[in-house]
């Protein structure tokens, strides 16, 4: 099992050390504006790439297990054929307003941003179905290397454009946009059996799937709405910022997230990896609820430990960005609850997949969404980006609670909810500090304080691990 989440995680771990070469590099190369406008752009990417998605790829990884090897080629057409339809009748709709769609991101009609816009739609909805199919069928190696390549390609060819005088927003956003579409490509080409649709141009026809496509699109349109209200709840905080604040706020507010990348990547790590063994264990029938248990104490630790160290460290860490990113230093010690909320949550909401009550998520979102809209309207018109990231941690807070009671309303399992909520509000008290002032003594003395909380707590499981991983060390010494 070990072995399997490294395999699915390395790829992760080089793209963050990629990352930590790149952002110091990117950010003294283009100013704070420049990222507020690839900001923007990837923000129309998302919240289009979501509509036209229709929740078909949740359908997809749910039914996934349920259709045998030779049929999932099958699920696969009826799930991405309604996407690519709709993208293409959005694409007429993107070209008829592209003058006021370009003004809107980048303050200027340029014709070339409408272009990418189009091409990185197409790029990202299609490349979701490609990494989740290479996830699916658990080729860790692959995936690993897909999340390496995005990564490197991008900083290979901002250098690159940077290199043929191209030294504004363009360069970011052709970037972007052309390292999406190299990693969909070749995450097809690896699984290119399955995307191999050649049973619609012969005359003998594969067997049908399980699932009917009317069953799939049942499933799949609560997902829908519910992924749209999502977007909303992630997205509301980079409106506001843009609306009140403007386009230099905004960068900064970009560049603090990128600092968080170390909880992105373990979160990307752990979803990853859990999500087709807890699937493969429930629909084989295996007793699930305990190793429920394990993982979510264990994402809980790993997830709260580093966040706390992050915030431990983050003044080394906002060194790399620059002199003209300096206020980033207040803005991301609130955002690791993103990252830590919903990778924990991850590990909590499996009664709502289980029980295939997909309208679930439509009221976790909801809710998630009011918190976080009413609370950026509220707070960025007085506090600008620090209000966005104050608002945004306390959805995210909202988003896991509700996303955990829902779960446990349909298939109860006994998490550590209390110790949970112990350590979340320890470390939101912590960021706050954070947030606000910049006293180094009392900072870290808050810290120490938060990390000693987590051990208390979990003291039982850190010091089995630790006994475990010391004995393993022994014997691989002794064995050499």
Partial sequence: MLKKFLSCSIGGWLAMVIGFITVPVTTRLFNPDDFGRLAMF??????????????????????????????????????????????????????????????????????????CLILAVLFECIGTFADWTVRMQE?????????????????????????LAIINYSALIYAFTIASGVVTSLGIFFERN??????????????????????IVRYAVPFLFSNIISWIFSSCDRVAINHWSGLEELGIYSAAFSITAILTVLQNSITTFIGPII??????????DDFLIKISDIVTVLMF????????????????????????????????????????????????????????????????SLVSVIGNVILVPEYGARGAVIATAIAWIMFFIMRTWFSAKYYQIKYSFVKIG???????????????????????????????????????????????IMEKIRWKISNL
Avoid at 71 to 82: A, G, I, S, T
Avoid at 279 to 288: C, F, I, L, Q, R
Avoid at 316 to 339: D, N, Q, S, T
């Fill in 422 to 468: 112990w350590l979340t509000l320890c470390l939101f008290m912590y960021s706050m500090y954070l947030t606000f002032y910049n006293d180094t003594y009392i900072s870290t003395i808050i810290g120490i304080a938060t990390l000693v909380c987590l051990f208390i707590l979990y003291r039982n499981l850190i010091t089995g691990y630790y006994i475990f």
């Fill in 194 to 215: 399955i995307w191999s649709f050649d049973f619609i141009f012969q005359h003998k026809r594969l067997n049908d799937a399980k699932h009917t496509s009317s069953e």
């Fill in 305 to 368: 430990g580093f966040a706390i160290l992050l915030l431990l460290f983050k003044d080394i860490v906002i060194f790399i960005l620059g002199e003209k990113y300096r206020e980033a230093v207040y803005l991301m010690p609130l955002l690791v609850f993103a990252p830590v909320m919903y990778t924990i949550s991850e590990t909590t909401f499996y009664g709502i997949i289980f029980k295939k009550k997909s309208k679930a998520h439509l009221y976790v979102s909801i809710v998630a």
């Fill in 279 to 288: 699937m493969k264990k429930y629909e084989g029938k295996d007793n699930v």
């Fill in 42 to 115: 990837s923000l129309f990417v998302s919240v289009i790439s979501t509509i036209v998605g229709m929740g078909m790829l949740n359908a997809y990884v749910r039914f996934f297990y349920e259709e045998v090897a030779e049929n999932r080629k099958r699920l696969l057409f009826k799930c991405v054929k309604y996407p690519i339809c709709l993208i293409t009748l959005t694409s007429i709709g993107i070209a008829l307003f592209s003058q006021f769609i370009s003004n809107y991101i980048v303050n200027e009609i340029d014709y070339h941003v409408v272009i």
């Fill in 139 to 163: 080729r860790g190696k692959i995936f690993s290397l897909l999340t390496f390549l995005r990564r490197f390609l991008n900083f290979i060819l901002i250098i690159g454009f940077y290199k």
